[in-house]
């Protein structure tokens, strides 16, 4: 198992995190906090990675919804936590056993196989109000002004209401439970050349300038897929600093993609 991975900031700067053992890889991305939590979202996705890792070293081949549910649950003691008033993160893992390769996603990471592709919709798929009004203001130029940030502290308000519970969405937060929500899916290794994963802040504005080729992007070094991710923060910056063509939150989000060869 070759793994390449490319960040954009640094590891120590994001608030995307990416952990690999030997047979695995893990990806987690931080929740912007426009709404005071007692951690920072790099913090709390930065324990959650180490804890994750230690558990896949130890028990290489264990239920990955019991090894997420047990590094939850130990993040939340190390950083005296309560749920519905903490950081969240996404989390997906990604890891080959015993002929098998297994994929968790909590969250709207991304994941493509050869000719299949794996994401989480369900926060999503709430179309909060606030969400849409974000949006629409960003996309009549209103850019990222104080009533952007209002609109975002209320947005995340909503969803804060609606975490982990029936009716809602999943995520990891301080609920070690959400994890029995994680979406699972198990394929043959056999029929697997690759895998990539990427994070919204880099999946959204690659598709946006259709560089999301990915059966091509499985064969770049870190060098080309950082070259990637920095034409995408470029193009914000340069070509839609206010959002009005890609609407987002903020100006730049986390970028994060790794991808995953597997060898005899």
Same mark, same amino acid.
């Given at each position: 198992?070759? #793994?390449?991975?490319?960040?954009?900031? /640094?590891? !120590?700067?994001?608030?995307?995190?990416? /952990?690999?053992?030997?047979?695995?890889?893990?990806?987690?991305?931080?929740?912007?906090?426009?709404?005071?939590? %007692?951690?920072?979202?790099?913090?709390?996705?930065?324990?959650?990675?180490?804890?994750?890792?230690?558990?896949?070293?130890?028990?290489?081949? +264990? +239920?990955?919804?019991?090894?997420?549910?047990?590094?939850? @649950?130990?993040?939340?003691?190390?950083?005296?936590?309560?749920?519905?008033?903490?950081?969240?993160?996404?989390?997906?893992?990604?890891?080959? @056993? !015993?002929?098998?390769?297994?994929?968790?996603?909590?969250?709207?990471? $991304?994941?493509? $196989?050869?000719?299949?592709?794996?994401?989480?919709?369900?926060?999503?798929?709430? +179309?909060?109000?606030?969400?849409? =009004?974000?949006?629409?203001?960003? /996309? @009549?130029? #209103?850019?990222? +002004?104080?009533? !952007?940030?209002?609109?975002?502290?209320?947005?995340?308000?909503?969803?804060?209401?609606?975490?982990?519970?029936?009716?809602?969405?999943?995520?990891?937060?301080?609920?070690?439970?959400?994890?029995? =929500?994680?979406?699972?899916?198990?394929?043959? $290794?056999?029929?697997? %050349?690759?895998?990539?994963?990427?994070?919204?802040?880099?999946?959204?504005?690659?598709? @946006?300038?259709?560089?999301?080729?990915?059966?091509?992007?499985?064969?770049?070094?870190?060098?080309?897929?950082?070259?990637?991710?920095?034409?995408?923060?470029?193009?914000?910056?340069?070509?839609?600093?206010?959002?009005?063509?890609? %609407?987002?939150?903020?100006? =730049?989000?986390?970028?994060?993609?790794?991808?995953?060869?597997?060898?005899?």
């Amino acid at each position: 198992m070759d #793994t390449v991975t490319c960040q954009l900031p /640094a590891i !120590h700067a994001s608030d995307d995190k990416i /952990a690999t053992t030997e047979n695995a890889v893990i990806m987690l991305d931080g929740a912007s906090a426009f709404v005071p939590v %007692p951690v920072p979202p790099a913090v709390y996705a930065d324990e959650l990675a180490t804890c994750l890792t230690r558990e896949l070293v130890r028990t290489p081949g +264990d +239920d990955l919804i019991e090894l997420l549910a047990a590094a939850i @649950h130990d993040v939340v003691g190390q950083l005296d936590l309560r749920p519905g008033q903490s950081p969240s993160s996404t989390v997906t893992i990604l890891r080959a @056993h !015993h002929g098998w390769l297994d994929v968790l996603l909590l969250g709207d990471n $991304l994941v493509v $196989l050869p000719g299949t592709t794996l994401t989480d919709p369900r926060l999503s798929q709430l +179309d909060l109000e606030p969400s849409r =009004h974000y949006r629409q203001r960003l /996309a @009549h130029g #209103t850019g990222f +002004d104080d009533t !952007h940030r209002a609109i975002l502290r209320e947005l995340q308000t909503q969803q804060a209401a609606r975490r982990n519970r029936a009716g809602g969405y999943w995520i990891a937060e301080a609920d070690p439970a959400a994890a029995r =929500h994680a979406l699972t899916r198990r394929f043959r $290794l056999d029929d697997i %050349p690759w895998a990539g994963l990427a994070t919204d802040g880099a999946y959204k504005p690659m598709r @946006h300038l259709g560089l999301d080729d990915w059966p091509r992007l499985a064969t770049c070094d870190a060098v080309e897929l950082q070259r990637i991710l920095r034409r995408c923060e470029n193009w914000e910056a340069c070509r839609d600093p206010s959002a009005m063509k890609l %609407p987002r939150a903020k100006p =730049h989000d986390d970028k994060s993609i790794a991808f995953v060869r597997f060898t005899d």
